[in-house]
């Protein structure tokens, strides 16, 4: 019986495939990154939906400190550069979108999503404990946040010109940030942020629902397959700060290492090392992700360090850490119902290492941001 001729070329460039060495094989592929082509491709046709004055708002110059105010607090607190997606029209909500997908990874862009729509199930719980509370329901300054929580209250800025070769974007929020750079074909994605309120959705018809599924998950089962030397050598607090250390603002805060470091754990435990990094670099395009994890390797995995603070529990505060020359990560379980976490190249946030521009990140202290809020609220009602 004749092959259907789909089936003759399928077998024909398998057998190519296969003849084809390792080397070789990667030779072939190219030399820059196509996340980058894809990116470019998309934020040109972003821009092209934007007028004369939101091209103006919204198209910021590359090099200017505008790229490193972020913030996962409310926009009644800080608000972030560049346009909100609530002012956007749907052509310009769909090719942003677009430019989401062309940067990010499957898991990567459903997280991002899933973290801004989880604002909009948290205005509508909120919105009810807040009618149910005799006591702060007439606040303004109450009414003025709840009011915040909404995915249309994530700002969106491109930075330089795509069509200059260097260039980035950035889409800032709560509970999301993310950097991205592109330089001379190269991406970076740091820093990024994600959190989640609730950590998992209690009730209703998204009950179960979590945007970020795996984070946590990846940390404990790492802390409970290490030794009980191992994790005593890795708890470096019994208690559990009250955010990241390095969250906005507060880059190179940690001045050294500390818990356990990678070179004492066996091909089993830097499996789970692995998975839990894993976890967090590929939430971008495949190549991009793969240049970040090349970098990890030829400073070392065995460089890496992992510590935790507080208890050994699932459903408890706890805390835990990946650092090394490459690479930052930590995670704060904040309570049962709320976490943060942040990714960072120390080395390369922003794309500084190729763009030798070193930026200084800017955030308001908390009093000043509460005032900033305040004001806003009471000129507002």
Not at 69 to 74: A, F, H, I, K
């Amino acid at each position: 019986m004749r092959q259907p001729i789909s089936k003759i070329l399928l077998m024909i460039s398998t057998l190519a495939w296969c003849h084809v060495p390792a080397s070789q094989a990667a030779e072939s592929l190219p030399e820059h990154a196509q996340s980058a082509t894809r990116m470019t491709t998309a934020a040109l046709a972003f821009i092209e939906t934007l007028d004369e004055a939101e091209r103006k708002a919204t198209v910021l110059p590359l090099l200017g400190d505008k790229r490193t105010v972020w913030s996962n607090l409310p926009i009644i607190m800080v608000h972030p550069e560049g346009t909100l997606i609530g002012d956007m029209n749907d052509e310009q909500r769909l090719a942003l979108h677009d430019l989401l997908r062309a940067s990010m990874s499957s898991q990567g862009y459903a997280k991002a999503s899933g973290i801004m729509r989880l604002d909009d199930l948290l205005y509508d719980i909120e919105t009810r404990r807040l009618a149910a509370d005799p006591e702060r329901r007439d606040d303004p300054f109450r009414k003025a946040f709840v009011e915040t929580r909404s995915s249309g209250n994530y700002a969106f800025a491109i930075f330089g010109d795509p069509n200059g070769g260097d260039w980035g974007w950035k889409l800032a929020g709560h509970h999301y940030a993310a950097n991205f750079t592109v330089s001379d074909g190269r991406v970076a994605f740091t820093p990024m942020f994600v959190g989640s309120n609730p950590t998992v959705v209690e009730s209703g018809p998204y009950a179960g629902w979590m945007a970020m599924p795996h984070e946590a998950r990846r940390g404990f089962d790492f802390m409970l397959a290490l030794t009980d030397a191992q994790q005593k050598t890795a708890t470096i607090a019994e208690t559990v700060a009250d955010d990241v250390f390095e969250g906005p603002g507060r880059r190179a805060s940690l001045a050294k290492f500390e818990g356990l470091k990678a070179d004492e754990l066996s091909v089993a435990q830097m499996r789970l090392l692995r998975a839990l990094v894993d976890e967090y670099v590929r939430n971008v395009g495949n190549d991009a992700a793969r240049a970040q994890l090349a970098l990890i390797d030829e400073s070392g995995w065995d460089e890496l360090w992992f510590s935790w603070r507080g208890p050994v529990d699932l459903n408890g505060r706890f805390y835990f850490r990946v650092h090394g020359p490459r690479l930052l990560i930590e995670y704060n379980r904040q309570n049962e119902t709320h976490d943060h976490s942040v990714m960072r190249d120390p080395r390369n946030d922003y794309g500084e290492d190729w763009l030798e521009h070193h930026y200084r990140e800017y955030h308001p202290s908390l009093e000043e941001a509460l005032e900033t809020a305040r004001q806003r609220a009471r000129a507002a009602n």
